[in-house]
Each structure stands twice: as C-alpha cells, then as structure tokens.
C-alpha cells in the first residue's frame, strides 16, 4: 500500500500558486518524497524529490514539514498545462529494491 | 539525449495470443522497471531489473509474464496468451542507479485485449 495520502482533487485559478499538500506520517528517516505528475495519459513526469531539506528547481518547490510527516508541492505560477494528476510518493527502499508505489493522487484543474 | 522509448505504443491483441513490449532506457541507465496502469488507477509496480537480472519481481502476476533485460538490447515485457484483464497502459521507467536517483517514464505501450 500506498505510505502517502493526498486529497482526491484541487483547482485553482491561472496565475495563482497551486500547493497540492502530501501527507506520509510513516515515513522512515532514509526514505525520500518524489513528486511526478501524469497529464491526460501519458507516462508520469518527474517533478522534484527530496529528504528533509526544502528544495526548489525550475518547475516547482518542495516544502517539507521538520517532523518529515507531511510535505506540500508548490507551483508559483500555475498555468492551464499544469492541469495534470500529481503523485506523492515515498520511495521504498527495502531488500535494495526501489519501487515508487503509486497512491491514487490529486487531481489539480487549473481554471481560466 | 532521448528520453525511454518505447514501443509498440498501441497494441491489439486477441485473446489467447502473446504480447511483447520493449523498453529502452534513457543513455547510460542499466535500472529498468515495469508498471501496469488501469483505467482510472495509479500505476502498479511490475518488476525491476539490471542488465540480465531480475532484482524485484513482487508485483509480477505468478503466471503468463515474463521479464527480461539483457546484455544487449531492449527490456522486455512478455505476457503470454493474453485475456481481457490484461488490457492497460504499461509504462516503463529507467534510473541511472538504484540509489537516490530518480525514475524516468516512456510514454506507455497501451494494449488491448479483444
């Protein structure tokens, strides 16, 4: 099963920072947070990950809370083409595999 | 650099025929992975595997599939006498390591089962 819970779906107006929060209050001290998103159908798109430090590149930025239990996926300026399903995931690393386990994700329509 | 090809990106089949799908990973990636997607679900993680090993194959139905990845060549992912269940979207995705390093996705091969 899925470790991280995300609220079913969001919207939020063009031009506006969309924050799509995360929660993974199981999550280990070596255990990294990846965001990806899926647009219509296509293959999941890397966003950004990280550990416990925030971390910001050109798409987006990553908040993570000090007890790591929860982080928020911010995008400043979102645009319709963001309009995408956004995925949470805490990376397993058990018996030296790394498998995403996929949860169902949050929908995010961003509204003209 | 191109990204994971993938190919066929559409695939009928009929019931009770075989269906291969391949892989190629992003340059310089020797981690492959498998996941099955439903319509209107997230993806299912398949099998994970280096250059000619199968390191995780936890999520591999115990019977009609099969996964390779060899020295040369394309990953495959082989499912034998197909049925309707079978029908998804079946992405592949490469790391440059196993470690910290994040997963590229293909754009899917989507197979239908008539």
């Known amino acids: 099963d899925a470790k991280t819970t995300q609220p079913p779906s969001m919207d939020c107006a063009e031009g506006r920072a969309a924050n799509l929060p995360c929660n993974h209050s199981?999550?280990?001290?070596?255990?990294?947070v990846y965001w990806y998103r899926q647009i219509h159908s296509q293959g999941p798109q890397y966003i950004i990950h990280?550990?416990?430090n925030n971390e910001t590149n050109e798409m987006a930025s990553l908040i993570i809370t000090e007890d790591r239990k929860s982080s928020t996926l911010i995008l400043p300026h979102a645009t319709l083409r963001d309009t995408a399903v956004y995925y949470c995931?805490?990376?397993?690393?058990?018996?030296?595999?790394?498998?995403?386990?996929f949860g169902t994700g949050t929908r995010l329509k961003v509204l003209a | 650099n191109a990204g994971v090809m993938q190919n066929p990106r559409h695939l009928v089949r009929r019931r009770g025929q075989e269906a291969r799908l391949r892989c190629s990973p992003m340059?310089?990636?020797?981690?492959v992975y498998w996941y099955r997607q439903l319509p209107e679900e997230g993806l299912k993680f398949m099998v994970y595997l280096q250059k000619e090993n199968i390191i995780d194959e936890s999520g591999m139905p115990k019977e009609r599939f099969s996964a390779e990845f060899p020295k040369e060549g394309p990953s495959i992912l082989r499912i034998q006498q197909v049925v309707r269940g079978d029908s998804a979207a079946y992405f592949c995705?490469?790391?440059?390591?196993?470690?910290?390093?994040?997963?590229?996705f293909g754009p899917g091969t989507r197979l239908t089962v008539t």
């Open positions: 995705a490469s790391s440059l390591d196993r470690g910290r390093n994040e997963q590229y």
């Open positions: 340059k310089g990636h020797s981690h």
């Open positions: 990280g550990l416990k």
């Open positions: 199981t999550i280990s001290g070596n255990e990294y």
């Open positions: 995931i805490v990376r397993e690393s058990t018996s030296g595999t790394y498998k995403y386990i």
